[in-house]
C-alpha cells in the first residue's frame, strides 16, 4: 500500500537527513566555556516495521525483579483517569497503569519511535489524506480484571472523554471528531453512553476507525496521549473513576490516599509479550507526597534506608545543585538532561509595534547572567531559537547574535537613542520576583526603562492570555505535546487563533505571510514537515521578533544508589519508569 | 451558670457565622478562579463558562453562601461533576482536590492534632517547669540560665529552627524519620518518630513564653501573705510550692494555654510547611493559593470552631472561679 | 498569631493585680514619679543597659540606611554577577566575603548582602514600630471604651474582638495582601515600596488590635471599681476626663510592656509573612524573604543563612530582652 511504502522509505530518509541536519550537537555554553552536557540529538520517526510496535520490550541490562522504587513529589497527582491526565507527573505515571494507542519508544539518549501500543501499528492513513485513519488491536490485552480488551474498550475511552465534567486533559481527539472546539454541545456524551462520538467506529472488535472532517496527520502523536486508554463500560464511575482507574497496564493501583501516597502493584494480566515498550521489574511503585524540593532532594541525597530506591520528582533545586555538582558520587546518580519546555520573554506584539525595538530587546538581553540567577547550566541552558532543541528536525540559529552576556551596544545602536518605557508582568512568587529583577537590571543597560509588575502567580497565565492584557513584556514557557514544530509553532504564532481569552499566541503577531507557511507545511506529508519547521523558525524571529528565547529548562534529578534503569524522557523532560528497577 | 453558657454559645455561633461570611466575602478578592486552572494548555472560554455554571459558580453570591450554610446542616445535592447529592455534614466538593472536602477535612485534621497536642503536652510541662525553678530559685545562675533559654527560644524563628533540626538530625546524622504521618492507631512509634521532629521545634518556641509566663506568676503568687503565712507556720517548703503556690498559679497559665492551643489547632501552616506534612494550615494555604473555596470555607470553619470553642471554655472556667464575671 | 497574644496575656495576668505606685508609703525622701522610679530600676538592671543599647544601636543603623550606603559605595540592587560560578554561587570562603562585601553576595542575582540586610532590617523595623503603635493605640480605644462604658457597647466590642481572633490571620492574609494593591494601581503601574508596607502594617493592624483590646478591657474593668474612679465620678468628672486622667494614667504599664513585647511578635510575623511569600516583594530588601530563600541553601552557602538569620535573632532577642527588662522595672514587686 502507498501509505506503508512512504512511510518506509521517508523513514529511511528522514534518519538520514536527520542525523545529518541535527549532527551540530547544540551545545551549552556559559561564560566560562565549559559545558555541563551535550544536548543529544533527537531523532524521532513514527515507526514505519511493525516490528517495532511488537512486544516485548528489550530487557534493560542488569535489571533485576524486585523491590520498590519511591517517588517523592510535592503535590499530588493532579488526575489518574486516563482523558484527565496533563500535566507532566500524571504523563509520566500513567503508562504504569495504562496503555494508548500509540506510544513512544524512548531510549533515554535522544532516540525516539513512536510506536503502536494497543494498536498493531502507529496508525494507517487509509486514503492518503490524513482525514480517515484505522488502527488493528493487538490479540491478547486483558484488563487488571482479565476482562479482555478490545477496539469497543478504546472507543468507550475516547468517547467518554467528551464528558464536560472531565476536565484538564487534552482535547486533540474530542476537538478533531467533532470540528469544534466546542465538542461538548456538538455530542452529548451523558445522553448517548451507548453510542460513539460523530467519526468514531468500531467496524469489528479489533479494528478502530478515525474519520475526519479535516485532515489530521498529527494524528498518531495525538493518539499517544491517555485519552485513547481503554475503560470498561460497566466500571466507568464518571468523576469518581479518577481515584482508581482500571489497569491495563503492568501495575494497577492499589492504594490512593490523595495528598498522601499512591501505590500501584503488579498486575498479573499484563502480557509483557504484547508491549514493545513497559518492563515489570519491581514489584511496587509508591508516590509520596508532600515534601518540598529541598527536603526532597536531601532526603535522596542522604540515601538512608528505603530512600536508596527513590526518585525526587522535583528536581534538585538550585540552591543544592552545587552541592551534587561537587560530588562524584552523587552526580552518577544524578539524571540530567535539556527537556522541550522552553522558556521566552514574551513581547507584547499590540503594544510594542516598532520592530527595532523588539530586535533590540534581543541584542540587549543576557542569557547567561539570566541562568546564572536560576541556579546555573543545572537548571537552566540558553537558547536562541523558538523550538527546543530536540525537537524533530530542530536547527540552531542566532537571529540576533549577542553573545552570551548580550550586546548592549548593539541594542542602544538599534534604538537609536530612544529609551523605550516596557512594564514586564511578573509572578509575585520567588523564581517570578528574581527573573523579573535579573531582567529589569540587564535591559536597563541598554537604555530601557523597565516597570515591573507584580501578579499573583496562579492567575499569571490566565492574565497573559487574555487579548487585552496590559503588559508589553512577560516571561512564557511552553512545552509542546509532542515534539514536532506542528506542536509549536502555529499554536504560538498563528494570528487566527486570536480570541478574547486564553490564547497560546501571547504575542499577538499575526502575519500572513507567516500564516500561509504554516497552511502550506501543515498540508504536507509528515515526513516532509520535519526539516521545514526550523526554516519557518528563523523566519518568524526575523521577520516578528515576537518573543526573545531565554532558555530551556532542564531536568537535574537525584535517585537513590539502588534504583536503576531511570531516565529523562525526551517527550516530555521529567523522569521516566518504564525501564525502572531496583538494584538487589 | 446556666444563662452565661447559653450567652456564651449564642455568641459563639453568632462568630463562627461571621467568620462564614468573611470568608466568603474574601472569594471575590481571590486572585484565582479554580475554574480557568482546569486547563493549563488549550483553554476554551466558552466550554469553560459550561464547567462554571455546572458547578454553580455563576450564581448570585448570596445564594452560593446560603446552598453552602444549608449544605452543612442538612445536606445538598450538588451536580454530578461534584459527586451528586451530599450528606450533612456538607462541606461542598473541591474541584481542585477532586473530592468531598469532608474527606479532605476527615484525613488532615488528625495531622494537625498530632503535631499541636503532644507538642502543646511538651511545651507546658517545660515552659512551666523551667517558669517553677527558675522562680523558686530567684536569682541564682539557674533562674538566669532558664530565662535566657527561654528568651532564646522566644527569639528563634520557626522555620529556621526546623530547617536546621531536620538538617541535623535527619539527613546529617539520619536519627529521626523523614518527618510523616502515621496515624496514631495504626503504628504508634512510628506516628512518633514522624512527628517528633515538629514537636521539638514548637517546644522549643513556645515553652519560652510559658517559662515567662509561669516564673512571673509564680513570683506573684509566692509574695502573696498566704504564702508568707504558711511558711511562717512551718509548712515544708515542697508543700508551699507544690500544693499552695503551684495551684494557685496555674489557674492563669491554663486558661491561656487552653486559648492558644485553640488558636495552634487553627492552623500550623508554618510548621506544616517547614516538616512537609498535610495539615490543616497546609491545606487552607494550598486552597487560597488555587481558589478552591469549599475547602478554604471549610478549613476556616474548622479552625475557628476550635478557636471559639477553646475561648467558650475559657470564658466557662473563669466564671466557675469567678463569681464576679457571671455577673457582669 | 500565638505569638502576638502569647505576651498579652501573660501581662495580662501577671499585671492585674499589681496597680499604681502613687502613694508608696510616707517617707521624708522627696517623693519620685512612677515614671522616675521605672527609669532609675532600668538603669541599675545591667541586662537592660546592654539590650537597650543594642536596640538602640539597631535604631540607628536602620535610620541611618542611606547614609551607610553612601560610605559603603554598593547600592541594594547591585549585581556583581562575575563574582559568581556557573552555579549562580558566590565564588570565595564565606560565600563572598571580602573587604569590598562585607557579608558576601546573593547566590543567583550577586547583589551585597551587608547592604540588603541593613536595608531589611529598616522595613523590617519600621513594620514592626508601625504595627505595634497602630495596634496598641486601637486597642486602647477599643478597650477602655469597652471596659468602662460596659453593657451593650462591651458586648458588640468584646463580639467583634472574638471575631477578629478566631479568624485565620495567615489565611486571610494569603488571600488578600497579593491583590490588594492590584485595586490601587493601575495594571502598568508600579507598586512602591511605601504601598507594600502600609498594606503589612494594615493588615496587622485589623488583627492585631483585638488581643491589647481583651487586655486592656480586663485591666479597665478591674480599674473602674477602684475608689479613685468613684470619686472622680462623685465630684462631677465627665467621661472624658475619667477615661484620659484617671484611667489611662494607671495603663501605660502594661500598655507600654505589651507594645515592647510586641514589637519582637511583629518583626517575626512580617519575616513569616516574607516565608510564605506575602511579604514586601523585590526588589526592596526584606530580611524574613531573605532568610526564606537562604534556608535552601543551608548546606552549599551556610554564610548566606547565617548572617540574615543571626541578625533577625538579633533584634528580635534584645526586644525580647527588654520587654522583659521593663517590665521587671515597672513592677514595684519584682524586686524584692
New interface residues.
Partial sequence: MRPRTTLAAVGALLLITSSSGCSQDSQSS???G?N?MTIPTQTGVIAANPGDSQGPAAEVPDATNGGTITIIRE??IS?LDPPRV??FAALMNAPLYSRFLTTWKDDGKGDLTLVGDLATTPGTNVNGDCRVWEYTIKDGLEFEDGQPITSKEIAYGIARSFD??L??G??YLQEWLSGT??Y??AWDF?ANKTSLPPGLTTPDAKTLRFQFADPHCDLPFAASLPTSAPVPADKDT???Y??KPVSSGPYKITEN????QLVLERNANWDPATDPVRHQYPDKFVW?????P??AA??V??D?GP?QSAVAWNGV???????V?ADPALQERTLLSPTPSANRLTINTQRVTDLSVRQALNYAIDRD?L????????VASPTTTLMPPGTLGYRQYDAYPAGPNGNIDKAKQLLAGRTPEL?LGAA???SG??V???L??NLEKAGFTI????I????K??ET?KKD???DLYVDSWAA?WPSGAAILPVLFDGRTI????N?NSSFVNSDAVNAEFDRILALDPDQQTSEWAAVDEQIMTELAPAVPLYVDVADNIHGSKAGGLFISGIFGSPAFVNAYVKQ | MGRFLLKRSFSALLTLLAVSVLTFLMFFVL???PV?????????????E??RQ?LGLSDPKVEQYLGYIKGIFVGRDLS????GYCDAPCLGYSYV???PVSA?IT??LPVTISIVVPAAILWLSLGIGLGMVSAVHRGTWLDRAAIGFALTGASLQLYFVGGVL??AF???W?IAP?P??TPFLDNPVDWAGGLVLAWVALALLFSAIYARLSRAQMLETLSEDFIRTARAKGVPRSQVYGRHALRAAITPLVTIAGLDIGAALGGTVITE?TF???GLGR?AV?AV???DLPTIMATVLVAAFFIVTANLVVDLLYAAIDPRVRLK | MNATRGPERQLEEATLSSGPSENRGGTTVAGRSPAQLTWLRLRRDRTAVISGVTLVVLLVIALAAPLIEWMYGIGP?D?F?HA??????PVGPGGGVSGEHWFGLE????RDIFIRMTAGMRTSLLIAFAAATITSALGVVAGTLAGYVGGWVDSSIGWFIDVALALPFLIFALAVV??V?LRFY??????PAGFQVAVIIGIFAVFGWAGTARLVRGQVVSLREREFVDAARVSGAGLGHILFRELLPNLWAPILVSFSLALPAYITAEAALSFL?IGV???VPDLG?MI??S???L???PAYVFFPGITIFVVVFAFNLFGDALRDALDPRSTR
Avoid at chain 1, 490516599?257 to 498522601?260: E, F, I, S
Avoid at chain 2, 454530578?80 to 459527586?83: H, K, L, T
Avoid at chain 3, 547566590?107 to 550577586?110: I, K, W
Wanted: hydrophobic share 25%; aromatic share 4%; net charge negative.
Fill in positions: 556559559s561564560a566560562t565549559t555541563v503535590s499530588k488526575h496533563y500535566s464536560p465534567d476536565t484538564s487534552p482535547t472546539p466546542q461538548d454541545t451523558k464518571g468523576v469518581d479518577d481515584t490516599t490523595p495528598g498522601v509520596t507526597f508532600g515534601p518540598d529541598d527536603a536531601s532526603r541525597i542522604a538512608n530512600d533545586p538550585a540552591s543544592l545543585v552545587a552541592k555538582a547572567g541562568v546564572k540567577a536560576l541556579g546555573g547550566e543545572t512594564v509575585d512568587d520567588s520576583q528574581e523579573a529583577t535579573q529589569k537590571a516597570t515591573v509588575k507584580s499573583p502567580a496562579d492567575s497565565l490566565d492570555k492584557n496590559p503588559w505535546d480570541r478574547a481569552d486564553g497560546s | 486572585p484565582r478562579d480557568t486552572g482546569m486547563c493549563p494548555k488549550n483553554c476554551n472560554p466558552e466550554r469553560l459550561r464547567v455546572e454530578s461533576a461534584q459527586g482536590n477532586n473530592e479532605t484525613r488532615v531536620l538538617l535527619t539527613y546529617h539520619g523523614v510523616h504521618y510547611i512537609g506534612l498535610q491545606t494550598d493559593r488555587s481558589g | 540592587q549585581q554577577q559568581l560560578d556557573r552555579y549562580g554561587m547566590p543567583g542575582l550577586g497579593p491583590t494593591s493601575g495594571p502598568r503601574e508600579a507598586v511569600g516583594l523585590e526588589p524573604r526564606e530563600r534556608l535552601g541553601y548546606q552549599t552557602d
